[in-house]
């Protein structure tokens, strides 16, 4: 890790939010800075940025740099981005393309569609199911989940966690951590990638994004 570039870029934010900027959008600028690292560990919390590389988690470094600030904003903006992912100001997608520039911005889109995208897709396939047992007249129309997972990824969840775990030499637990999580569901979505035909993944993605929208829009919050 490029540590004395983590100081500067650091020092530079507290900078411009004290003299008044826009504190979200310096925190954007920032993260446009910020040295290209997949990860780092702090205070014994590890922190994973760009999962494999590729995915670029820009909550997670709003949240890393979001901490060197906090007694300089207000509280409850803090925790309305942090926790609710509502920002204090909107900014359109070519002024975050601008504040992070090209290539985070990039890799910002992969994350959007591998890992909030793809967390919907078995969602939005489980109410399809719903949908066509229910059209076909069947008195039980309920739905496992583990079917959802079957249809999209050809496995139950549980096999697909062990198959993640043993590619990755992770050792079995009852549970994921969320940045276990994440990187589970980025796993899913280069499988289905991967096994899945073009119009399979192009119309499961297409119920995903619909399943994104609705649940966005009831926070209040319409775009991507």
């Known amino acids: 890790m490029d540590a004395p570039g983590v100081d500067l870029v650091i020092a530079g934010l507290r900078q411009s939010v004290a003299e008044g900027h826009d504190w979200y959008r310096a925190v954007l600028v920032a993260i446009g800075q910020w ?7 702090l205070d014994g919390e590890r922190y994973v940025y760009l999962i494999d590389g590729e995915a670029l988690d820009l909550m997670r470094l709003c949240e890393r740099l979001c901490a060197t600030i906090t ?6 903006q803090l925790l309305d981005l942090l ?4 920002p204090p100001n909107e900014v359109t997608r070519e002024e975050l393309k601008s504040l992070i520039g ?11 569609y591998g890992v909030l995208v793809e967390e919907m897709v078995t969602l939005a396939v489980l109410d399809e199911l719903r949908k066509r047992r229910r059209a076909s007249g069947l008195t039980r129309c309920d739905v496992d989940i583990d079917e959802a997972y079957f249809y999209v990824y050809g496995s139950t969840r549980q096999e697909l ?12 637990r009852r549970s994921m951590t969320l940045t276990e999580l994440k990187e589970f569901t980025y796993w899913l979505f280069k499988l289905r990638l ?21 649940q966005m829009g009831a926070r209040g919050k319409v775009s991507l």
């Open 161 to 172: 966690v062990d198959g993640f775990r043993r590619e990755r030499g992770l050792a079995r």
């Open 71 to 76: 007694e300089l904003v207000p509280e409850q």
């Open 102 to 112: 090209p290539q985070k911005y990039r890799a910002y889109l992969t994350y959007l």
């Open 83 to 86: 926790a609710h992912d509502r």
């Open 194 to 214: 991967k096994t899945s035909d073009k119009s399979r993944v192009a119309s499961d993605t297409k119920r995903a994004l619909t399943e994104l929208h609705r």
């Open 35 to 41: 040295p290209v690292q997949e990860e780092e560990e």
